[in-house]
């Protein structure tokens, strides 16, 4: 058994949190569905009707009953050591990706809002960068401050997709250019869901002078079957504010 802090995780939790291995999207990482696989161009439906603004993304693992777990005990128990083998997880999402890049890519965490990180006292995507960046041998360069989000949004849920994408617009700003200009960059977050946060920050740091932008996350909430409803509903944080809601 792995005690991480006061909650102890068991070996058997642990073994069931496996990579992804279902057909993917080659662009956002959601599951491919049958018929999808005969269009033969590897871009999911979504991703073909709006292209993201990143050029690729990838997850280590659905977000389900184990990941979901150890997510949550990191998120809203503050078992900060639950970075370390989630820290693991994204690393091996961040070696696919930075495996087919010519340089050392700049990591960038999803940024918080100020308001949700005072009460949150982290901002996880950076506590799970910083666990990831361990793990390789080349340094990994961390611009935890280089991305803000300057303006609050509003709930996702029941917005459509262009809703979504019109809500996170401009949530976000580089506070310095020259840290991304001309640099490939991996924007990294705990959890991807319909990606349009991600995309948005692909967006704003590419306009910032970044060569090439992806995306990588420790878990995945798939968009296909077997979804619970929350999940095909919005963002990484109605996500939060269900689970909590159901959990009191």
């Known amino acids: 058994m792995n005690n991480i802090s006061r909650v102890p995780l068991c070996d058997e939790c642990l073994a069931e949190i496996r990579p992804v291995r279902a057909p993917q999207c080659i662009l956002c990482g959601d599951r491919l569905a049958s018929a999808q696989l005969l269009i033969g161009d590897g871009r999911c439906v979504s991703c073909r009707d709006h292209e993201p603004d990143f050029d690729r993304a990838v997850s280590f693992s659905e977000y389900k009953v184990a990941l979901r777990g150890l997510i949550h005990l990191l998120k809203y128990e503050g078992v900060t050591s639950a970075a370390k083998p989630l820290g693991q997880m994204l690393a091996d999402a961040i070696a696919e990706l930075s495996a087919s890049g010519d340089s050392t890519p700049l990591l960038v965490p999803v940024p918080l809002h100020r308001g949700r990180r005072r009460s949150r006292g982290f901002n996880q995507a950076e506590l799970l960068a910083h666990a990831a960046a361990g793990h390789f041998t080349d340094k990994l360069e961390i611009a935890s401050q280089v991305l803000v989000r300057h303006r609050e949004t509003i709930s996702q849920v029941g917005l459509s997709r262009e809703e979504r994408i019109e809500n996170m617009h401009d949530a976000f700003r580089v506070s310095d250019p020259g840290r991304v200009r001309g640099r490939s960059v991996i924007v990294v977050d705990d959890v991807m869901t319909t990606g ?37 509903r919005g963002e990484e944080e109605e996500i939060e504010a269900v689970e909590v809601a159901a959990s009191v």
């Open 196 to 232: 349009t946060t991600l995309s948005e920050c692909a967006r704003v740091l590419k306009r910032a002078g970044a060569e090439r932008v992806w995306a990588a996350t420790v878990a995945r909430a798939f968009q296909g079957v077997d979804l619970p409803e929350f999940a095909d």
